[in-house]
DNA sequence: CGTCTATTTGGCTATATTGCCAACTAGTTG
DNA sequence: CAACTAGTTGGCAATATAGCCAAATAGACG
């Protein structure tokens, strides 16, 4: 019964909204299967770099990526690859919901 | 290496997004142990009913709880518990975060 | 040193989210 | 039906987020 305390509510909410964005989650995939400078990231986003710097940032301040600089590049690196696990729960609320709004729809 | 497609990651980061707030993890975490009415996850998080309401909105939307009303109250239950699964992974980020700040400072 | 390249930062506008209040809806009960 | 209770909806102001451009930074290299 006991509350969880708030601090500890709002780190969580912290690190699902800085993944609840598409090209962040895009970004996230990719870096799962190894890092990647930014301008690699860019080329997948199809964004300004300034953008994706941007939003780079926002996952770095959530503790999920770290990034490196090598020469002129800087590289990105997925910190918690446990991340990837959400999708087959988050797959699992998009397929129940999409059959729900079906059922719905049939009446 | 194939893309994902910007539809899906786009739906994933809705759920994701809906489940970003702090009262809303609040009112899911409560959830996760039975239905509720929404006076009861009112008075759990403490904000104005309408508040509470439109919370409640967000995570019906996103397909995460389903509501039933009966007699004058609204019960809603929780869609999909693997979400609880998330927070386990969310708390190692959340450590290593808190490691890495420390460290850094420490230099 | 001057220039080129990769990235970050500042600034701005457009849009979305939050949370409150007030008004409305829908059951319940006398 | 009148009054009450639980919840939702509309509307608004405050704040946060997104994405673009321009300017700044920081290595690499002639």
């Known amino acids: 019964m006991k509350r969880i305390k708030q601090n500890t509510l709002e780190r969580r909410a912290n690190i ?10 895009m970004m996230v995939d990719e870096l799962a299967k190894g890092e990647r400078c930014v301008c690699e990231l860019q080329q997948l986003v199809r964004a300004d ?5 941007k939003h780079l940032t926002v996952l770095k301040r959530a ?3 770290e990034s490196e600089k090598r020469g002129l590049q800087v590289f990105y690196t ?4 446990c991340v990837m696990n959400f999708f087959t729960c988050v797959e699992s609320v998009i ?3 999409k059959e729900q709004a079906a059922t ?3 009446k």
Chains 1, 2 share one sequence.
């Open 49 to 53: 770099m300034s953008t994706v710097s």
């Open 63 to 65: 503790g999920l990526v």
């Open 104 to 106: 719905v729809a049939r």
């Open 16 to 25: 699902l909204k800085a993944l609840a964005h598409p090209s962040r989650l």
């Open 95 to 97: 397929a129940a919901h």
């Open 78 to 81: 997925l910190l918690s690859p």
